[in-house]
C-alpha cells in the first residue's frame, strides 16, 4: 500500500489561523476566556442570523448537555431522540439521569419521522410520561423535516433541541440550521466543516439563555467576590487559543461549504449509470445541504451482490477510508433496552449505506483514485 491515505474527512486549515492564536499567546489570553472567544461568537452569531445568541463551548457534546438543562430535563424525564445519529446526541440524557425515547428515520433526509415521532410521544403520554424535549438531528448536513418535526412539536407543547454538530452552513428556505430549534448546537470537532481543533457551541434565542448557559459552562459561580456555588456547574467554555482555530475558520466557512458540494455532485457524477448505488441528496430545493459528508446506499439485487461492506473493503485496500452510516442507537449494546418507535428505515440504511471521502482539501488527484477503485469494482457489473 504506497498511495498516501484518503481521509474521510480532515481538518483543512485556511492560513489565518495562526494569526489569531499568536495574538492569544501574544496577550498572554491562553484561558477559557478572552477576546477569541468573544470574537468567535459574534463570527457566529453574525453568520447565523435570526437573532441567535451563541455561546462558544469545549464540545458539541457539552452544548447537548447544556441545552437540556436548559429546557428542565432533569431525573426521571423522558427525552425524545433521533436514533440514526452519533452516539454524542443521546449519552447527554443518561448524564442527566433521564430516559432516552428512540424514533426512526425517514427516507427522504434520513431524519427524524414525523409520523415516528407523534406515536412515540401519543405511546409515552399513554404510559404517563410526556417527553421533556425532542432532539432532532440533521444528518451529514441534509436539514430534518423543519416544518412537519415543528408542527408536531408545537402541538404537544415540547421543546425541540435542534443537533446541527453536522450542519453548519446548511439552510432550510434560506434560514440557517442552528437557528430552528428551541436550543441549537454545533460542533467544531476536527472532521467537521470548519474546526477548533476539539469544541462546541450552543445557541439560543434569548441573551439571557445565553447567558445561563455559559453561567453552567463555568462552575456556576454565583455572583459574589468569593466562590460561591448554588448549583452543579461545569467545566466546558472553549479555550481562547481554540476559539483562535475557529475565527481563522470561519474566514473559509462558506469555501469549505461548496467544496463539500463539489464533492457531492463529484459522487453523483461517478455514480450516473450504476444500477443499485443512490447518492444521498437533499430532497427539494427548500433543502441546502452542506453534504458535510456525502452518502451511498447500495442495493446488492442491483449490484449483482456488491454491498457497501464490499466497497469499503475495497476502499481501504487503496487506503481510502470510508465508513458505514451512523449505527442506529436503538441498536447499540447501551441503549438496546431503551424505548424505540417506527419502523425499519434506520436500520435499513445503516445496513446498505456508506459515507465516503468529503473533505474540503481533497485533491483531484485524489478525486481520481477515489473514481478508479470505485468504477473497478463496478465495471463488472
Known amino acids: 500500500m504506497n498511495n498516501s491515505k484518503i481521509w474521510l474527512s480532515s481538518p483543512h486549515m485556511g492560513g489565518t489561523e495562526q494569526q489569531y492564536i499568536q495574538e492569544a499567546f501574544d496577550a498572554n489570553w491562553v484561558a477559557p476566556l478572552g477576546p477569541n472567544v468573544n470574537g468567535l461568537e459574534q463570527d457566529l452569531e453574525n453568520y447565523l442570523g435570526n437573532n441567535a445568541h451563541v455561546g462558544a463551548l469545549s464540545s458539541g457534546t457539552a452544548a447537548i448537555h447544556l441545552g437540556l438543562i436548559l429546557l428542565g430535563v432533569q431525573p426521571g424525564d423522558e427525552v425524545i431522540c433521533q436514533s440514526m445519529t452519533f452516539s454524542a446526541s443521546a449519552n447527554p440524557i443518561l448524564y442527566l439521569g433521564a430516559t432516552p425515547v428512540f424514533v426512526d428515520s425517514e427516507t427522504q433526509t434520513w431524519n427524524l419521522c414525523p409520523v415516528a415521532l407523534e406515536e412515540a410521544i401519543l405511546a409515552r403520554i399513554q404510559k404517563g410520561k410526556k417527553p421533556k424535549a425532542i432532539i432532532a438531528v440533521h444528518l451529514y448536513g441534509v436539514p430534518y423535516q423543519i416544518e412537519a418535526i415543528r408542527v408536531v412539536a408545537d402541538t404537544y407543547q415540547i421543546p425541540i433541541l435542534e443537533d446541527s454538530a453536522e450542519a453548519l452552513g446548511s439552510t432550510y428556505k434560506g434560514q440557517k440550521c442552528g437557528t430552528f430549534g428551541n436550543i441549537g448546537i454545533l460542533s467544531f470537532n476536527g472532521n467537521k466543516i470548519i474546526t477548533t481543533s476539539g469544541g462546541g457551541a450552543i445557541v439560543t434565542q434569548t441573551e439571557a439563555l445565553k447567558e445561563k448557559a455559559i453561567f453552567y459552562a463555568t462552575q456556576a459561580r454565583d455572583n459574589a467576590p468569593h466562590y460561591?456555588?448554588?448549583?452543579?456547574?461545569?467545566?466546558?467554555?472553549?479555550?481562547?487559543?481554540?476559539?483562535?482555530?475557529?475565527?481563522?475558520?470561519?474566514?473559509?466557512?462558506?469555501?469549505?461549504?461548496?467544496?463539500?458540494?463539489?464533492?457531492?455532485?463529484?459522487?453523483?457524477?461517478?455514480?450516473?449509470?450504476?444500477?443499485?448505488?443512490?447518492?444521498?441528496?437533499?430532497?427539494?430545493?427548500d433543502y441546502y445541504a452542506n453534504y458535510w459528508l456525502s452518502a451511498i446506499t447500495i442495493d446488492e439485487n442491483k449490484t449483482k451482490g456488491i454491498t457497501r461492506e464490499t466497497l469499503r473493503l475495497a476502499?481501504?485496500?487503496?487506503?481510502?477510508?470510508?465508513?458505514?452510516?451512523?449505527?442506529?442507537?436503538?441498536?447499540?449494546?447501551?441503549?438496546?433496552?431503551?424505548?424505540?418507535?417506527?419502523?425499519?428505515?434506520?436500520?435499513?440504511?445503516?445496513?446498505?449505506?456508506?459515507?465516503?471521502?468529503?473533505?474540503?482539501?481533497?485533491?483531484?488527484?485524489?478525486?481520481?483514485?477515489?473514481?478508479?477503485?470505485?468504477?473497478?469494482?463496478?465495471?463488472?457489473?
Open 315 to 381: 476502499l481501504d485496500a487503496e487506503n481510502i477510508e470510508s465508513r458505514p452510516l451512523w449505527k442506529p442507537m436503538h441498536l447499540q449494546p447501551i441503549f438496546f433496552n431503551y424505548p424505540y418507535y417506527g419502523k425499519q428505515v434506520a436500520e435499513t440504511l445503516f445496513e446498505t449505506g456508506l459515507c465516503l471521502p468529503s473533505g474540503s482539501n481533497l485533491t483531484d488527484e485524489d478525486r481520481t483514485r477515489i473514481k478508479k477503485a470505485i468504477h473497478t469494482i463496478f465495471k463488472h457489473q
Open 228 to 285: 460561591q456555588h448554588s448549583e452543579i456547574g461545569y467545566n466546558y467554555r472553549m479555550s481562547n487559543i481554540c476559539a483562535g482555530i475557529g475565527r481563522g475558520q470561519m474566514e473559509v466557512l462558506d469555501k469549505h461549504v461548496a467544496l463539500r458540494r463539489q464533492m457531492h455532485d463529484f459522487y453523483v457524477e461517478v455514480f450516473a449509470g450504476v444500477e443499485g448505488v443512490e447518492v444521498f441528496s437533499s430532497p427539494t430545493e
